[in-house]
């Protein structure tokens, strides 16, 4: 497992204590699990998807990651429409190990209020929570 310092954190995302992470580019949010998550998990077998067009509050389970170690819930940091899946998951779910934040994404939102967004950890908040 890698120590914290070593985990890769891009400081153009947000995180949420349950180590989603969420980035807005224009009026969608790309919504994934973060490195300290992957990395905890280990090897990622299988990723439960929700359908494209469901809708989710803040805070909702939207689906869930497997892993030779644990099955492990997703919650969606914003209330929105869920308007693209990550459909190479389902034939390569190990994506999610290899580049969480591009290949490995897990699913793209129209929110309903990106204020909601606000209420997300900052890189250097994350780290502190981490950190405990």
Same mark, same amino acid.
């Given at each position: *497992?890698?120590?914290?310092?070593?985990?890769?954190l891009?400081d153009?995302?947000?995180y949420?204590k349950?180590?989603?992470?969420?980035?807005?580019?224009?009026?969608?949010v790309t919504?994934?699990?973060?490195?300290?998550a992957?990395?905890?998990l280990? @090897?990622?077998v299988f990723?439960?998807?929700?359908?494209?067009?469901?809708?989710f509050s803040?805070g909702?389970?939207?689906?869930?990651? @497997?892993?030779?170690?644990?099955?492990?819930? *997703?919650?969606?940091?914003i209330?929105g @429409?869920?308007?693209?899946?990550?459909?190479? =998951?389902?034939?390569?779910?190990?994506?999610?190990?290899e580049?969480?934040?591009?290949?490995?994404?897990?699913?793209k939102?129209?929110?309903?209020?990106?204020? @909601?967004?606000?209420?997300? *950890?900052?890189?250097?908040?994350y =780290?502190? *929570?981490?950190?405990?």
């Open positions: *497992m890698k120590e914290i310092n070593d985990l890769n891009p153009d995302v947000k949420t349950d180590h989603e992470w969420a980035k807005l580019s224009e009026d969608i919504i994934g699990i973060n490195d300290y992957q990395d905890q280990g @090897e990622i990723v439960e998807l929700p359908e494209v067009g469901d809708t803040e909702d389970e939207f689906g869930s990651v @497997e892993s030779v170690k644990a099955v492990s819930e *997703m919650y969606i940091p209330s @429409e869920i308007v693209e899946i990550n459909e190479s =998951l389902e034939d390569a779910p190990e994506l999610v190990n580049s969480c934040y591009d290949d490995g994404w897990i699913i939102v129209k929110p309903d209020d990106v204020s @909601e967004l606000d209420n997300l *950890m900052n890189k250097a908040a =780290l502190d *929570m981490l950190k405990g």
